[in-house]
């Protein structure tokens, strides 16, 4: 998942809405071969509407965050929409009246902290731009996504719930990158090369994963181990892009793996 915002700005001149199209596109239709020969159960009625509603949030997700990621940069974006902890505790507080427990306050706390530190957010005055109240908007349809796609795999199985993810996301995409007047075609090669990666690495891999996960844990436990996704980002550019760590980033990175393992010590975090 590491990867993602490094593949999203590789992939430009390809822009924000279409990079998050085709990258549901392709894995959703190499899903679509897979499904009849793995036999997987087909959606039925709840399970549609939950599963197209996913699908429409994670839309948003990418088409905010990939905006995010062009205007405030990797770091700053991936932060950002690492938010998304936040709006899914509340949501499990108040929508489904379940109590959280200190572990998880705590440890939440402590992850979003590392998550700034390692991107340099307080190094930063400049004020919000549009590109950051883009990652925030993105945090926002990232916790809705999370959310729903919880209680499409408690009734379908992974395979199945991300390919119907897919299938609700890609018209999303497409009309938003169609508003937006963005070119569908005349990438050069390297942009197509960073979105199928997109699809097959992040997509197929990392979401099938994350998704099979939603069914042992629950959504306020996968939300915060997102935030393992900037330490990766960074680890990375660092390694692939010759972005050099700071010793404020290396601490952060640090209480975020803290953060993760403080909640998972709480109850709540478990099905």
């Known amino acids: ?44 009625g709840r399970e549609w509407v939950l599963g197209l509603l996913a699908g429409a949030c994670f839309a948003g997700d990418l088409a905010f965050w990939h905006v995010s990621i062009f205007e405030s940069g990797v770091a700053r974006a991936t932060l950002l929409v690492n938010s998304a902890p936040i709006y899914v505790g509340l949501y499990a507080r108040l929508a489904e009246g379940r109590r959280l427990g200190p572990h998880f306050a705590a440890g939440a706390a402590v992850a979003i902290a590392g998550v ?17 109240a ?21 009734r379908l199985p ?24 963005e070119r569908f075609a005349g990438y050069p090669w390297t942009s197509w090369l960073a ?41 990375l550019a660092w390694a692939l892009l010759a972005q050099t760590l700071t010793a404020t980033q290396v601490l952060g990175g640090i209480l975020v793996l803290v953060g ?12």
């Open 1 to 44: 998942m590491g990867f993602a915002p490094i593949l999203v700005s590789l992939a430009a001149p390809a822009p924000p809405a279409a990079i998050g199209f085709y990258r549901v596109l392709i894995a959703g239709a190499l899903l679509s071969l897979a499904l009849p020969a793995l036999g997987a159960a087909r959606p039925r």
């Open 116 to 132: 700034a530190l390692l991107v340099g957010a307080f190094d930063d005055a400049r004020g919000l731009q549009r590109g950051d």
């Open 134 to 154: 883009f990652g925030l908007l993105a945090g926002v349809c990232y916790a809705g996504y999370q959310v729903l796609a919880k209680q499409v795999r408690d």
């Open 158 to 181: 992974t395979v199945t719930a991300v390919w119907l993810t897919c299938l609700g996301a890609a018209p999303v995409l497409l009309a938003v990158g169609l508003a937006s007047g």
């Open 195 to 235: 979105v199928f990666g997109l699809a097959v690495g992040v997509q197929l891999l990392g979401i099938l994963l994350v998704v099979w996960a939603l069914r042992r844990l629950q959504a306020t436990f996968v939300s915060v181990g997102f935030l393992l996704q900037p330490v990766a980002a960074a680890a």
């Open 260 to 271: 993760v393992a403080v909640v998972a010590r709480d109850p709540s975090s478990r099905s």
